[in-house]
T-cell receptor
């Protein structure tokens, strides 16, 4: 199992450009999450999904969009990049706590994004 | 308003001794508390968790203690090993529709000295 994979690893964007951060998991998890981590800070939840076709906002959703058309994929879209979106982005997935009893999230390696 | 705080940015411990990492929270509605470990250029990896109805959970060298009246939890690592050197994040979760919405602390960088 590859676990959670993210592409690209690094990206530099100009202000106003758009891009999609890709996230794929092969563990058949229903739950997927996007976080951002700013320097010296903890991770903050951007969006999450409880299954294909169902997404909801997290703590810091402004400037981002998500979609979940399959169980495996959960892309994050930045429409008009701003310097404040310079961060490291982590995707994660998890089992159903209710059915598995497991509450950990499995994280990808991250995408380092710089907006200039 | 930071709901989960780790007030020590860094901690240095000698190999073989106990490492104690601390975390405070403000919201009594959290369902679980979790500890994650993070190496540079990698995603966080899960270490151990505790339900809000428990006061202790142990897994090998790792023990988490929860003091609900003080809204405080701690992670004990005994004995500390060089491979434990990493950034440790405390996180608190609310379970919404089965999804765990995590709130993270700022992290504590643990260095284990030989």
């Amino acid at each position: 199992n590859a676990g959670v994979t993210q592409t690209p690893k690094f990206r530099i964007l100009k202000i106003g450009q758009s891009m999609t951060l890709q996230c794929t998991q092969d563990m058949n998890h229903n739950y997927m999450y996007w976080y951002r981590q700013d320097p010296g800070m903890g991770l903050k939840l951007i969006y999450y999904s409880v299954g294909a076709g169902i997404t909801d906002k997290g703590e810091v959703p402004n400037g981002y969009n998500v979609s979940r058309s399959t169980t495996e994929d959960f892309p994050l879209r930045l429409e008009l990049a701003a310097p404040s979106q310079t961060s490291v982005y982590f995707c994660a997935s998890s089992y159903s706590l209710r059915t598995s009893g497991r509450n950990e999230q499995f994280f990808g390696p991250g995408t380092r994004l710089t907006v200039l | 308003d930071q709901q989960v705080k780790q007030n020590s940015p860094s901690l240095s411990v000698q190999e073989g001794r106990i490492s104690i990492l601390n975390c405070d929270y403000t919201n009594s509605m959290f369902d679980y508390f979790l500890w994650y470990k993070k190496y540079p250029a990698e995603g966080p990896t899960f270490l151990i968790s505790i339900s809000s109805i428990k006061d202790k959970n142990e897994d090998g060298r790792f023990t988490v203690f929860l003091n609900k009246s003080a809204k405080h939890l701690s992670l004990h690592i005994v004995p500390s090993q060089p491979g434990d050197s990493a950034v440790y994040f405390c996180a608190a979760s609310r379970v919404i529709q089965g999804a765990q919405k995590l709130v993270f602390g700022q992290g504590t960088r643990l260095t284990i000295n030989p």
